[in-house]
């Protein structure tokens, strides 16, 4: 066997490499952690944290406004954006610090504080000129935005999500471009903060959602509190200090912006990191072949995880492959592959998008037979208590076994609902074992409830739900 320098050597200290690192560590100190860029992670630094702090601030505006309802009377929230972004970004520090002292404080294997490239297959030749070797390799370089062309115009006035939490005060408008779950997020809690914002998006798509039912739902509840375009041809332009945005032919529809945010999606950091100089198997798009069971590339002993494998650009799921990354890199060739946990998403709109187990799409696709429980939460009693009853909840069960499938949703604390229904999914329940847990009243997991119950009914194992009650929704 060739003398390495190191067992396993992770390219990437993100949220992927972190936990490739804890896991490989385990069971071997020759472990070299290689990032030259800032540490601190993705989701720290410019996505999940510092979006939360924003869409925060938003909220606590959101629900002065809405006090008048129950006849609290308030006058219209001033919004000191100055102090708005002083706290995102000081709290975003924080974050970024906790982070930082974890990767610093990593006892075993060794930090390298360089940018790391393939040289061969076992070589990374790194940013200071010196070459390491090591048994295996984990890539776990993240993503960044992915900018179209079109953009360019815009020069110094385009900016994507990470600026954002760099600003020191709000603008006095933003184009959102992209109705993804960044530019959902952005858009609406600068909406909510006094910033003219107009939303641009492609293919009447918003978030993750796939069932048609619950998406135009969604186009319809964010189209009522904000200006979107769910599918427009704009056309980006130079006006003087400002963006001017057109998206249609008729001269009217044409608006100057401050600036434009791209949330047009993220691609993975690959490009950089010599993969022309190995032999690993690459798709069309230079993206390596590998098993997302195990990570691992090919027959090689090169493995790939988080934002890099362009797979789901998500914390839990980056932490999770860097977990199996990790541990198969360090016990190779002793790699398993390994059982991943349910698919879950939440987009932090208002309300929420959560999906869970497979997509209505998947389904169809897949010629699954299956049937379909669905709940509105616009009378739902919990929901109309607190003044939150916009929703609606669809739940999928295989017909012949009446196991849960997955879910769509929009609605209120998505959050918290769809969790319970990966939990459910993930320990293979049926719609009727679900429905043997305790719900407790009133809450809104009793819309949930409402859902299974027509579910159960739909599959023929339980009697049709009572036309109406204060639990649940239009018909339930």
Same mark, same amino acid.
């Given at each position: ?49 510092? !979006? ?6 938003? %909220? ?9 309802? $129950? ?12 102090? /708005? ?7 975003? *520090? ?8 974890? @990767?610093?404080? $990593? %006892? ?29 390799? =984990?890539?776990?370089?993240? &993503? ?20 954002? $939490? ?22 609406? &809690? ?15 798509? /918003? ?18 509190? $904000? !200006? ?14 400002? @963006? &001017? ?12 912006? *401050? ?25 069309? #798009?230079?993206?390596? /072949? ?9 027959? &090689? ?22 977990? +199996? ?27 929420? +998008? ?19 429980? %669905?709940? !509105? ?6 929901? #109309? ?39 459910? =999914? ?18 809104? %997991? ?23 009650? =204060? ?6």
């Amino acid at each position: 066997m060739p003398n390495y320098d190191y067992d396993v050597a992770i390219l990437g200290a993100g949220t992927a490499g972190m936990a490739a690192y804890r896991e490989a560590t385990k069971y071997t100190d020759r472990v070299a952690l290689v990032d030259g860029g800032p540490l601190g992670t993705t989701c720290a630094r410019v996505g999940c944290m510092p !979006s939360k702090l924003l869409i925060a601030a938003a %909220e606590a505006a959101h629900h002065v406004r809405k006090a008048h309802m $129950f006849g609290v009377n308030t006058t219209e929230p001033v919004i000191d954006g100055v102090a /708005v972004m002083a706290r995102v970004r000081s709290e975003r *520090d924080r974050f970024v610090g906790f982070v930082n002292e974890a @990767v610093e404080g $990593f %006892e075993k294997g060794e930090l390298i504080r360089h940018y790391g490239k393939f040289a061969d297959d076992h070589t990374l030749e790194l940013s200071n000129g010196k070459r390491i070797t090591a048994k295996t390799i =984990i890539i776990a370089t993240g &993503s960044r935005p992915n900018i179209p062309p079109m953009f360019e115009a815009a020069g110094d006035r385009l900016i994507v999500n990470d600026d954002v $939490f760099d600003w020191t005060d709000l603008p006095n408008s933003v184009a959102v471009f992209g109705a993804g779950v960044i530019g959902l997020e952005l858009g609406q &809690s600068l909406h909510r903060l006094g910033v003219d914002v107009r939303l641009f998006g492609r293919d009447n798509l /918003v978030g993750p959602l796939s069932d048609p039912e619950v998406r135009d739902y969604a186009l319809k509840t964010f189209a009522e509190e $904000f !200006s979107a375009h769910w599918h427009a041809d704009a056309k980006v332009s130079r006006s003087g200090e400002k @963006v &001017s945005v057109s998206w249609s032919d008729n001269p009217e529809d044409k608006a100057e912006f *401050d600036y434009v945010i791209a949330a047009t999606g993220r691609r993975p950091n690959l490009d950089k990191i010599g993969l022309e100089n190995t032999t690993l198997p690459l798709t069309d #798009r230079g993206v390596p /072949v590998y098993d997302p069971l195990s990570g691992r590339i090919g027959d &090689s002993h090169v493995f790939i995880a988080g934002d890099a494998n362009v797979d789901i650009p998500l914390l839990h799921e980056a932490a999770d492959e860097g977990r +199996i990354a990790g541990e198969n890199a360090a016990r190779f060739p002793h790699s398993y592959r390994r059982k991943r946990r349910t698919p879950l998403g939440v987009v932090f709109s208002d309300p929420q +998008i959560g999906i869970a187990g497979a997509s209505y799409a998947s389904l169809i696709e897949s010629g699954i037979d299956f049937e379909i429980g %669905e709940v !509105s939460y616009e009378d739902q009693g919990r929901a #109309r208590v607190m003044g939150i009853n916009k929703g609606l909840l669809r739940i999928y069960a295989a017909k012949d076994s009446g196991k849960i499938l997955g879910a769509e949703m929009i609605g209120p604390h998505a959050e918290h609902l769809i969790n319970l229904l990966a939990w459910a =999914i993930q320990s293979d329940l049926s719609v009727d074992d679900t429905l043997q847990n305790p719900f407790y009243h009133p809450v809104l %997991e009793e819309g949930v409830r409402t859902a299974l119950r027509k579910l159960n009914h739909a599959l023929g194992f339980g009697p049709n739900p009572p036309l109406r009650c =204060i639990d649940c929704g239009p018909g339930a």
